[in-house]
């Protein structure tokens, strides 16, 4: 009757109840990859193969029931494959994008804020209410660990030996010694991975984030490099004369408040000869757009209103761009309008983000 009234018709409310519980699903198995990664599961099962219960616990030193449930989870969800006698065991790829972090492919690194980003979320009703968003520091110590650990892969894998020569010019340059400067950088594995490999050139990161600067000067003791420091944006600004000859901004301008101003500082701290790679989440202009091109649509959106629009609502009048708000033709118009003369892709075959090379 309740159906009759509002038009419903009973098979498709029944589809559409089923991929509602589907998303519920998807959280719960986001909850338990969380845990496998947190817990050292699926390094475990690499190290062992096809395992059971019994055998993970003896491995681990956990206990059986708890990890009978896990695998039958992780087995449901095919993130595991059933090997019979009730072993799971990791694929090939699920032993890459779950267990390798020196593969580009590693995505365990993604779900290891989850909680902080849950927690996170009993604070949006407030931010829905007053339309202020929280900057990336709500997520404590362990959420800058966590953002850290997603990006993590590609600095060490490709920046290095992929991105930075297919920079007209840049290796030689940083070879022979430049000054770098990293906006956004987070805990700066982008930085200590340049600084190593370029020991006569000097490598400044900023950020807002002391979480993450924390991050930063922890990574680049343990790395041992010296030519590497980390300023916090709101202490030190951004330097104003002309000496950087190579910037970078990797997946932040759409989380800024500001990002024309953090543009026109760029510009500003750039030499005339020097240049900015831009890295920043492939999107397009419209929604349509970017859900028609962009598989990943649902998951991006749910974390722009998590973090990275939160974090661009942090302060009043912040823009709000949001993860999927940093289209090309957006950026262009904010580059030119700062007084940069040449913007130009650079196809490095990345999945999600779009790379330019901006230049006085
Ligand atoms: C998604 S994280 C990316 C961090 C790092 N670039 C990476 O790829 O791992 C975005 C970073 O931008 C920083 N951020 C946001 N607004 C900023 C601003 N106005 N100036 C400098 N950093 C900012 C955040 O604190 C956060 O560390």
């Given at each position: 009757?309740?159906?009759?009234?509002?038009?419903?018709?009973?098979?498709?409310?029944?589809?559409?109840?089923?991929?509602?519980?589907?998303?519920?699903?998807?959280?719960?198995?986001?909850?338990?990859?969380?845990?496998?990664?947190?817990?050292?599961?699926?390094?475990?099962?690499?190290?062992?193969?096809?395992?059971?219960?019994?055998?993970?616990?003896?491995?681990?030193?956990?206990?059986?029931?708890?990890?009978?449930?896990?695998?039958?989870?992780?087995?449901?969800?095919?993130?595991?494959?059933?090997?019979?006698?009730?072993?799971?065991?990791?694929?090939?790829?699920?032993?890459?994008?779950?267990?390798?972090?020196?593969?580009?492919?590693?995505?365990?690194?993604?779900?290891?804020?989850?909680?902080?980003?849950?927690?996170?979320?009993?604070?949006?009703?407030?931010?829905?209410?007053?339309?202020?968003?929280?900057?990336?520091?709500?997520?404590?110590?362990?959420?800058?660990?966590?953002?850290?650990?997603?990006?993590?892969?590609?600095?060490?894998?490709?920046?290095?030996?992929?991105?930075?020569?297919?920079?007209?010019?840049?290796?030689?340059?940083?070879?022979?010694?430049?000054?770098?400067?990293?906006?956004?950088?987070?805990?700066?594995?982008?930085?200590?991975?340049?600084?190593?490999?370029?020991?006569?050139?000097?490598?400044?990161?900023?950020?807002?984030?002391?979480?993450?600067?924390?991050?930063?000067?922890?990574?680049?003791?343990?790395?041992?490099?010296?030519?590497?420091?980390?300023?916090?944006?709101?202490?030190?600004?951004?330097?104003?004369?002309?000496?950087?000859?190579?910037?970078?901004?990797?997946d932040?301008?759409?989380?800024?408040?500001?990002?024309?101003?953090?543009?026109?500082?760029?510009?500003?701290?750039?030499?005339?000869?020097?240049?900015?790679?831009v890295c920043d989440i492939k999107a397009y202009?419209?929604?349509?757009?970017?859900?028609?091109?962009?598989?990943?649509?649902?998951?991006?959106?749910?974390?722009?209103?998590?973090?990275?629009?939160?974090?661009?609502?942090?302060?009043?009048?912040?823009?709000?761009?949001?993860?999927?708000?940093l289209h090309e033709?957006?950026l262009?118009?904010?580059?030119?309008?700062?007084?940069?003369?040449?913007?130009?892709p650079l196809d490095l075959g990345h999945p999600v983000n779009a790379f330019y090379?901006?230049?006085?």
């Amino acid at each position: 009757m309740a159906n009759e009234k509002r038009g419903a018709d009973p098979e498709k409310l029944r589809q559409y109840s089923k991929a509602l519980f589907g998303h519920l699903s998807g959280a719960m198995t986001s909850a338990l990859v969380y845990l496998g990664d947190h817990l050292g599961l699926y390094r475990a099962l690499a190290e062992c193969g096809a395992s059971s219960s019994v055998e993970l616990a003896t491995h681990t030193g956990l206990h059986e029931r708890w990890l009978r449930e896990w695998l039958h989870q992780q087995g449901a969800a095919g993130i595991l494959d059933t090997a019979g006698d009730d072993r799971f065991a990791l694929s090939p790829e699920a032993e890459i994008a779950l267990v390798d972090e020196s593969h580009p492919a590693f995505g365990a690194g993604f779900f290891s804020h989850l909680p902080q980003t849950m927690q996170v979320v009993e604070r949006l009703p407030e931010c829905f209410a007053s339309g202020l968003g929280l900057p990336y520091d709500a997520f404590g110590p362990e959420g800058a660990r966590g953002f850290e650990r997603g990006f993590a892969p590609w600095f060490r894998s490709l920046l290095v030996p992929v991105a930075l020569p297919a920079v007209d010019g840049l290796v030689a340059r940083l070879e022979a010694g430049a000054r770098v400067v990293d906006v956004g950088c987070g805990g700066g594995v982008a930085l200590v991975e340049m600084a190593q490999a370029f020991p006569s050139s000097e490598f400044h990161g900023y950020d807002i984030s002391s979480h993450a600067l924390e991050r930063a000067e922890s990574n680049r003791r343990d790395a041992g490099v010296d030519n590497l420091q980390f300023h916090d944006v709101r202490e030190t600004p951004l330097p104003d004369d002309g000496s950087v000859a190579f910037a970078t901004t990797f997946d932040c301008l759409h989380d800024m408040t500001h990002p024309d101003r953090i543009i026109g500082d760029i510009r500003r701290m750039l030499r005339e000869d020097g240049c900015w790679l831009v890295c920043d989440i492939k999107a397009y202009p419209t929604y349509a757009e970017n859900v028609e091109n962009n598989p990943m649509a649902a998951l991006m959106y749910g974390m722009s209103v998590a973090t990275c629009m939160s974090s661009a609502l942090s302060e009043p009048s912040g823009l709000g761009l949001g993860t999927l708000g940093l289209h090309e033709a957006k950026l262009r118009e904010m580059v030119h309008t700062a007084g940069f003369t040449r913007f130009d892709p650079l196809d490095l075959g990345h999945p999600v983000n779009a790379f330019y090379v901006a230049r006085p």
